[in-house]
């Protein structure tokens, strides 16, 4: 197991292991100890590919890519190519005032696709809000996510079309929605998994405490995919926890992994491995993965009220993309024209991506009071009628129109 001291701040107490993993029996001493400026207490990752795009051996996690060719390495580097620039043009369309808001996923991409592409189509995923790489891996529309953003419907796509549930604003809630789904495979005897999507921020949620004991108490089949990218909104990780997130799960009685987020390679050897432990009956699994949000937290954030630029320039240089690319290129695996139809095809999903948001029609005034309850509610007509009063108003001032 290679070793980066990846966190850019005060390093936090670590009483745990030093291998990134905790309560299995898998062995550490293939672990080096954290090295460099930081004398930090940081644990671990799992990693498979260096910032420099070099492949490491790792005894435990190697098997879980060992059958990855050259062109599923392509495929991997495209999905994430494509998510990264579909995400910069739902930013620059907020930015023109075609959207309300976006969540970009800048920075995360490499946590997503190698999560995302170790699901099974019959698993189902439970995701946050910003989870836009995973619903690219499920075959979600891009286009689709974009109508919640714009204000023009609820959700935008049917969960089970695709076993993508909606993205989930309540911070932590969906993880109690996930263990609930997971709960009910078990009690069908299938052997699908269910992945959760929450971050670090969501991890001090009550629900997420609870969602860990339960599927703990009833061995259900669900990874708890946490996205550490180190910041909720204002908040840094040191604000949620005295103990690295992933060992969070010793407590509960499963185990945690904490990988490196910006690697996507061991992104997809790790979610292997915990959605096989949920097959096999083995129960929950943490996995912390250790990335960083690059951009704001939403168009409506400004990071530098809180941040130093520094700490994303040293994010930088761990690029999930980059270093994609560095070992797609030193290995041979792909050639100019390779990059030159990705970057074509990229140009022309954005075309898409504008034209379609463009085109979304606007919702009939009174939809939002639509489906709140299956059978209506005294409340909702209530304040159906005060809408339509306030509508009316309108109309009145001008002439009636
Ligand atoms: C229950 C609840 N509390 C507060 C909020 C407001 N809120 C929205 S995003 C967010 C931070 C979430 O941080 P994290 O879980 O780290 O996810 P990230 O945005 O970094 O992906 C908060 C507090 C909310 N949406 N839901
Ligand atoms: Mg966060």
New binding site residues.
């Given amino acids: 197991m290679t070793v980066e001291s990846t966190a850019a701040r005060t390093p936090r107490r670590s009483a745990g292991n030093k291998a990134g993993t905790t309560g299995t029996k898998r062995t550490t001493s293939t672990t080096k100890k954290a090295t460099g400026a930081r004398k930090s207490a940081e644990p671990a990752l799992v990693q498979l590919l260096t910032p420099e795009g070099k492949r490491v051996k790792n005894a435990e996690f190697d098997k879980y890519v060992a059958d990855i060719t050259a062109e599923d390495l392509r495929g991997l580097y495209r999905d994430m190519v494509l998510t990264r620039r579909f995400d910069a043009e739902a930013t620059s369309l907020q930015r023109q005032g075609e959207l309300g808001l976006w969540?970009s996923l800048l920075g995360q991409e490499a946590a997503q696709i190698g999560s995302g592409r170790a699901l099974r189509d019959d698993d189902y995923v439970f995701p946050?809000y910003?989870e836009h790489g995973v619903a690219w891996c499920r075959g979600v529309d891009p286009t689709n996510l974009l109508g919640m953003f714009r204000g023009v419907n609820n959700g935008g796509w049917d969960p089970n079309g695709n076993n993508f549930h909606l993205y989930t604003?309540?911070?932590?809630s969906q993880t109690l929605h996930a263990t609930g789904y997971a709960m009910g495979i078990t009690k069908d005897g299938a052997d699908s998994a269910v992945i959760a999507y929450?971050?670090?921020?969501?991890s001090s949620?009550g629900d997420v405490a609870e969602a860990f004991t339960f599927s703990a108490v009833y061995n259900a089949p669900v990874v708890f995919f946490c996205?550490n990218?180190q910041?909720?909104?204002s908040e840094p990780t040191e604000k949620q926890s005295r103990v690295p997130l992933y060992q969070r799960a010793q407590g509960f009685g499963f185990p945690g992994v904490r990988v490196d987020g910006n690697d996507v390679l061991a992104n997809l050897a790790v979610t292997k491995w915990a959605l096989e432990r949920a097959r096999a009956g083995e129960g929950p699994t943490l996995v912390e993965a250790f990335t960083y949000?690059m951009g704001a937290?939403t168009t409506s954030d400004d990071p530098t009220r809180y941040r130093h630029d520094d700490e994303r320039a040293a994010w930088e240089a761990k690029d999930p993309i980059l270093r994609l690319r560095r070992h797609l290129e030193s290995a041979h695996h792909a050639d100019e024209g390779f990059f030159a139809d990705l970057e074509a095809e990229s140009e022309a999903l954005g075309r898409r991506v504008r034209e379609a948001v463009r085109a979304m029609p606007d919702p009939d005034h009174f939809a939002i009071f639509e489906n709140v309850y299956a059978d209506g509610h005294a409340l909702v007509d209530e304040e159906r009628a005060q809408f339509a009063a306030y509508q009316a108003s309108f109309a009145d001032e001008d002439g009636g129109k």
């Fill in positions: 969540a946050t910003r604003i309540v911070i932590g929450f971050g670090d921020g969501a949620q996205q990218n910041w909720a909104i949000r937290h």
